[in-house]
């Protein structure tokens, strides 16, 4: 397995406020779920997690949003959370605070509802950031494609340009979350794969905007 443990910074640019609060905020909520009861952290998944089968007839919309900040263990944090810290930063510091915020926000619903388009009738809760995170790395993937991106594997670090780890990583996506459309050969791994592909897809769209609205003016160093 391949991690990110790096990347070429931007030169300049917005402090990426954002991007270090929404790491803060996602560890603070994972420190209050831990402290929960596991019926009490249940409950917290089914009123706060988004289910897809409860949005789809209207109930609880908000959760579309909250879902985006609850994680279903420390692994799932760790690398919801590493892969935020690598990839967040250059975009907010390219594109500036608000316009990140909007951008990482509409990239988490665009993947909850790629989620539970392919998931309508489903009552398990859709928990965590990936689907955000997946949006920030389409967009750096269009912006940032020569960036070299500092990646583990195993205990051997190395360094391989954006465009081929963050291709590698939609490809894995991809072919995962086309298996799970087979109904008997469907993935139990309990990873929403279509988030990841709904969120990469829509942070791609944005990337172009960004690079033609000219807000790739800063350099990498």
Do not use: C
Not at 18 to 25: C, H, L, Q, T
Not at 136 to 157: H, N, Q
């Amino acid at each position: 397995m391949f991690f990110p443990i790096g990347d070429e910074n931007v030169r300049g640019g917005t402090f990426p406020l954002f991007s270090y609060s929404f790491i803060a905020i996602n560890v603070l909520v994972f420190l209050f779920e831990i402290s929960l009861s596991p019926q009490g952290l249940g409950n917290l998944f089914m009123d706060y997690g988004a289910v897809p089968n409860k949005v789809v007839n209207g109930e609880n919309p908000v959760t579309l949003l909250t879902s985006m900040f609850l994680h279903g263990g420390w692994m799932h944090l760790i690398g919801n959370m590493l892969f935020l810290w690598v990839f967040a930063d250059n975009i907010e510091a390219t594109v500036g605070n608000v316009r990140f915020l909007v951008f990482y926000l509409l990239g988490g619903l665009s993947a909850a509802f790629a989620h539970i388009y392919f998931n309508l009738d489903s009552p398990v809760p859709m928990v965590g950031a990936s689907g955000a995170i997946s949006a920030v790395m389409g967009a750096y993937m269009v912006m940032y494609p020569a960036s070299k991106i500092k990646v583990l594997f195993f205990i051997f670090p190395f360094r391989i340009p954006a465009f081929l780890f963050l291709g590698i990583w939609i490809f894995e996506q991809t072919i995962n979350g086309v298996g799970d459309l087979d109904v008997v050969t469907a993935s139990t791994s309990g990873v929403a794969w279509w988030a990841h592909i709904g969120g990469f897809a829509f942070g791609l769209l944005a990337g172009f905007i960004f690079r033609a609205s000219g807000h790739l003016k800063y350099t990498l160093e």
